[in-house]
């Protein structure tokens, strides 16, 4: 899809998922086990395989075809090794992902977010940076009105990319998800895309 890939700063480009992945975002979740754990449903081992990865890619990229998600990744592109950066690379590094799911037609025209940076680029702006972009898309590429996004309570990081990406709290829905094996509350973030 045009204008859906983005570079978020030299080197570090925002595009579709691809079949290929697989392999690359395996070993991104086994990275970031630790960090995620807290934030995401459990995860059984299997979860962290190339072959899980590549049911799961299949899937999100049916619902792309179907127009209900809009699935990235976040690839770090490789160094020739002088010191560049080899631009335009389809492969590299995976270093986070973002989704926008849960695409609705009709009268509301919304989406829900979610997203996650590798533990190595937490701090840098890169969370802020692929949720503008993705806002950017669902505005532009979509026509979607509004994106809703959901944070654990505490998880304060996530609440101000959201906070600096302009979206805004609209409350507690309780219980909202299973999340490291618990139930939990979530505070409920939305975004108004603006129209001309």
Request: proline content about 3%; aromatic content about 6%; overall charge positive.
């Amino acid at each position: 899809m045009a204008g859906s890939s983005a570079y978020l700063r030299e080197g570090l480009l925002m595009r579709l998922l691809e079949d290929s992945d697989a392999a690359a975002l395996a070993r991104a979740y086994q990275r970031n086990r630790g960090l995620l754990a807290p934030w995401e449903p459990k995860r059984t081992d299997s979860f962290f395989t190339s072959g899980h990865q590549a049911d799961t890619i299949r899937a999100k990229l049916a619902q792309h075809a179907l127009g209900t998600e809009v699935p990235w990744v976040l690839v770090q592109e490789e160094d020739d090794g002088g010191g560049r950066v080899r631009a335009g690379q389809r492969t590299g590094r995976v270093v986070g992902a973002v989704t926008l799911t849960g695409i609705v037609r009709g009268p509301f025209l919304s989406a829900n977010l979610g997203y996650w940076v590798d533990h190595e680029l937490t701090g840098q702006g890169i969370g802020t940076a692929a949720v503008l972009h993705a806002a950017s898309y669902a505005r532009t590429a979509l026509g979607l009105h509004r994106i809703q996004a959901a944070t654990l309570l505490h998880n304060t990081a996530s609440r101000r990319i959201l906070q600096r990406a302009g979206f805004r709290e609209i409350g507690v829905a309780p219980d909202y998800l299973k999340i490291a094996g618990q139930w939990q509350d979530h505070l409920l973030h939305q975004l108004i895309l603006p129209h001309s």
